[in-house]
T-cell receptor
Framework: QKEVEQDPGPLSVPEGAIVSLNCTYS??????FMWYRQYSRKGPELLMY????GNKEDGRFTAQVDKSSKYISLFIRDSQPSDSATYLC????????????FGPGTRLSVLP | GAVVSQHPSRVICKSGTSVKIECRSL??????MFWYRQFPKQSLMLMAT?????????EQGVEKDKFLINHASLTLSTLTVTSAHPEDSSFYIC?????????????FGPGTRLLVL
C-alpha cells in the first residue's frame, strides 16, 4: 500500500462546477497537510496548508482534513479553465518537512 | 510569495556527459534546499536535502556519487548529474526554505527538464 493515494484522473468538469479532489493516507503520524497546484512543466505552487482536522477556506478553495479517516479533500468552487492543472496533496509529520510526502496528483481539466 | 529560479529550464545531452542544474532563491536566504525528480504522470520524489555549508542528505536509493549536490551559499544550490544515461531523463525540481521557516514557506522552482540521448 502506498503511503499517500490519490486518484490520478484525468478529471474533466464544465466551467462553474464544484470540484472535489481527495487523498487518503496510511501513516497516522502525518500532522500537516498541503495542497499544491502544478501547471504543465512548472514547479508546484502551494494552495492550502492545514494542520488540524476540519475545514479551511481561502477564496474559492476549501481544504478539509479528517484525521480519524486519514482522508483529506480540496474543494474548488466556481471552477475556471485556469484551474486546469495537476493537483498534488502532500503531508508531513512536522512543520519542518519530516517525512514530507507527495501524492501522485490528480489531473484536472475545466472545460469552457 | 518568494521566488526560486532554476537554470537551465531544459537541457539535452549525450549519454555519458555531466549536467549541472542551478537552483537560486532570489529574494530570501535559503538555509535548506531540496531536490526532487518527477517522471511523467508521477509525483515528485525527494532525492536529497541540503543545508547550506554541509553535506546533502540523500534519500534511500539515490546514488550520491551520481547526483552531486553543492549548497555553498544561502542563495544557490547545484545538482550535477554525472555520467548521465537515458534513464536519468526526468523533470528535476528544487525547492528552498529559509531558516526556521515551516513547510508553508517551502517554495518550488520551475523545474529543469533533462533529456539524455
Amino acid at each position: 500500500q502506498k503511503e499517500v493515494e490519490q486518484d490520478p484522473g484525468p478529471l474533466s468538469v464544465p466551467e462553474g462546477a464544484i470540484v472535489s479532489l481527495n487523498c487518503t493516507y496510511s501513516n497516522s503520524a502525518f500532522q500537516y497537510f498541503m495542497w499544491y497546484r502544478q501547471y504543465s512543466r512548472k514547479g508546484p505552487e502551494l494552495l492550502m496548508y492545514t494542520y488540524s482536522s476540519g475545514n479551511k477556506e481561502d477564496g474559492r478553495f476549501t481544504a478539509q482534513v479528517d484525521k480519524s479517516s486519514k482522508y483529506i479533500s480540496l474543494f474548488i468552487r466556481d471552477s475556471q479553465p485556469s484551474d486546469s492543472a495537476t493537483y498534488l496533496c502532500a503531508m508531513s509529520r512536522d512543520n519542518y518537512g519530516q517525512n514530507f510526502v507527495f501524492g501522485p496528483g490528480t489531473r484536472l481539466s475545466v472545460l469552457p | 510569495g518568494a521566488v526560486v529560479s532554476q537554470h537551465p529550464s531544459r537541457v539535452i545531452c549525450k549519454s555519458g556527459t555531466s549536467v549541472k542544474i542551478e537552483c537560486r532563491s532570489l529574494d530570501f536566504q535559503a538555509t535548506t534546499m531540496f531536490w526532487y525528480r518527477q517522471f511523467p504522470k508521477q509525483s515528485l520524489m525527494l532525492m536529497a536535502t541540503s543545508n547550506e555549508g554541509s553535506k546533502a542528505t540523500y534519500e534511500q536509493g539515490v546514488e550520491k556519487d551520481k547526483f552531486l549536490i553543492n549548497h555553498a551559499s544561502l542563495t544557490l544550490s547545484t545538482l550535477t548529474v554525472t555520467s548521465a544515461h537515458p534513464e536519468d531523463s526526468s523533470f528535476y525540481i528544487c525547492s528552498a526554505r529559509g531558516l526556521g521557516q515551516g513547510q508553508e514557506t517551502q517554495y518550488f522552482g520551475p523545474g529543469t527538464r533533462l533529456l539524455v540521448l
